[in-house]
Nanobody
Framework: QVQLVESGGGLVQPGGSLRLSCAASGSIFSINPMGWYRQAPGKERVLVAA???????NYADSVKGRFTIFRDNAKNTVYLQMNSLKPEDTAVYYCHARSAQVNYWGQGTQVTVSS
């Protein structure tokens, strides 16, 4: 079992920045990969960014160059640094981890980009 606790969402103006955090606990030794998905109202949940245990990263085209995913292995935490935010980035962001072929999800954190 893996538990994921997210933090860092909120309201930000267009062009602003936010950092999301996801702390993992439980059977963390087998987690690979970890990442962030988002779901806007009326839309499907989609991948934003992911990072493997070896540090390889993958980004959605819509966030490349603006978002950065990175991890602190000592804290078992993955971060999503979001810069140059746009209104279309507004969504609920979910932390995701895969362990022993099981998908785990955080509770979700709202990110709203609006003036």
């Amino acid at each position: 079992q893996v538990q994921l606790v997210e933090s860092g969402g909120g309201l930000v103006q267009p062009g602003g920045s936010l950092r999301l955090s996801c702390a993992a606990s439980g059977s963390i030794f087998s987690i690979n990969p970890m990442g962030w998905y988002r779901q806007a109202p009326g839309k499907e949940r989609v991948l934003v960014a992911a990072i493997t245990s070896g540090g390889s990263t993958n980004y959605a085209d819509s966030v490349k160059g603006r978002f950065t995913i990175f991890r602190d292995n000592a804290k078992n935490t993955v971060y999503l640094q979001m810069n140059s935010l746009k209104p279309e980035d507004t969504a609920v962001y979910y932390c995701h981890a895969r362990s022993a072929q099981v998908n785990y999800w955080g509770q979700g954190t709202q990110v709203t980009v609006s003036s």
